[in-house]
């Protein structure tokens, strides 16, 4: 891909529609609107006490941003970790935030450099604001995935020494996703250690965006359209959601049945298609797999509302999937707390099934506690 200038990474941040707060639907009269504003105000009155954990939370680095080429994302807050940050969890009423670092991290970093950078970024979490807010963060590690085996120590170092809650990635390995073989030590470190991967979408290899992305209008290329529809716009959540299900369909979860994954951006499209992959995968699927095709997003997989702040998406995927696991998460900085948290406590649900959204099953997957409860 070609250098993506401020403007053009800004714009593929927010491109997801952060801000549209409460969502109704498309199309109704204007008393049946009314009607459902005031049940909202009601709701939202109801639950402003709701506590919440947010799951995907960014932080990076300025030695992390020099290595991305992402300096121009320092006045955004992705490194400040102290007063601005928890500012504005206070003033959305957000508990805790499960750190990860912005893609790709450090994750196309070959050899020892990648190695012992994986170890700073997470020993920088561990001595700043984790010490220094204790019970307010929370992180997944970040790994040098260009090596398996070492990520799979560092893994099992940041779990078993700093309390972390597992792991994140960022979208294809170098020209790899993770249920290539080379992966085996990390998926298998990663179920016997009982934490989860977190899969985040990352920027497509020069070749994919090429045939799929690139914009043949030059005369537009100063807005960056190409490289937004390959990112937030679109080629996102469409690369995450095939990560996820190459994994189902060469037998990761047959050969790792406790391994857990964790999707983020409301499901990565999955609701949308949920019933036409099921259908299909199914009819190709029942001699090579353990379990029918569906099962495994109900025994393997968990989602979150990661700057997806529409209601009719949320139902659309608990039309499908279990309440007991979905999470609430932000997408900080490059959506506003305040506007997520304030759209999740109007949403009509029972206040059972909020909280196990908001906090429960986070505490439950993850083995922890919200701070100030």
């Known amino acids: 891909m070609k250098p993506m200038g401020r403007r053009g990474f800004l714009a593929a941040a927010t491109a997801l529609g952060v801000g549209a707060g409460l969502s109704t639907h498309a199309i109704v009269s204007a008393a049946d609107e009314n009607e459902t504003t005031d049940k909202t105000s009601d709701v939202s009155l109801r639950d402003q006490d709701l506590p919440f954990i947010g799951t995907e939370e960014t932080f ?48 196309n970093v070959k050899g020892q450099k990648g190695i012992d950078f994986a170890y700073r970024l997470n020993k920088t979490l561990v001595d700043g604001p984790m010490a220094t807010y204790p019970g307010r963060f929370k992180a997944f590690a970040t790994l040098a ?149 569906e099962q495994y997003f109900h025994d393997n997989f968990w989602f979150t509302t990661s700057a997806f702040p529409q209601t009719e998406l949320l139902d659309l995927l608990l039309n499908y999937i279990s309440v007991d696991r979905v999470m609430f998460a932000t997408d900080y900085p490059f959506a506003n707390m305040k506007a997520q948290t304030d759209w999740f406590r109007g949403v009509d649900l029972p206040r059972e099934a909020k909280e196990k959204i908001a906090f429960r099953n986070a505490e439950k997957l993850f083995g922890m506690k919200v701070h100030g409860k």
């Open 60 to 107: 990076s680095t300025h030695e992390l941003m020099v290595l991305n080429d992402r300096l121009f994302l320092e006045d955004t807050g992705l490194a400040e970790l102290g007063p601005r940050r928890i500012g504005a969890m206070d003033e959305a009423g957000l508990n805790v935030q499960i750190l990860s670092a912005h893609t790709p991290g450090v994750q």
């Open 145 to 293: 995935l260009q090596n398996p085996e070492a990520s799979a120590d560092e893994l099992e170092r940041t779990v078993r020494e700093d309390g972390f809650l597992g792991c994140l990635t960022n979208g294809v390995i170098g020209k790899k996703f993770l249920d290539h073989p080379d992966f085996e030590p990390l998926l298998t470190r990663t179920e016997a250690l009982d934490v989860p991967i977190y899969i985040h979408p990352g920027l497509p290899p020069n070749e994919v965006f090429e045939i799929y992305y690139s914009n043949m209008r030059p005369e537009y290329q100063k807005e960056f359209q190409d490289q937004v529809l390959s990112i937030s716009a679109y080629g996102w959540h469409q690369e995450a959601l095939t990560q996820c299900l190459r994994m189902i369909t060469s037998g990761v979860f047959d050969r790792h049945p406790k391994l857990q994954i964790i999707m983020g951006h409301m499901g990565e499209g999955l609701p949308f298609y949920y019933k036409r992959i099921v259908e299909k995968m199914s009819e190709v699927t029942e001699k090579s797999l353990d379990k029918p095709f």
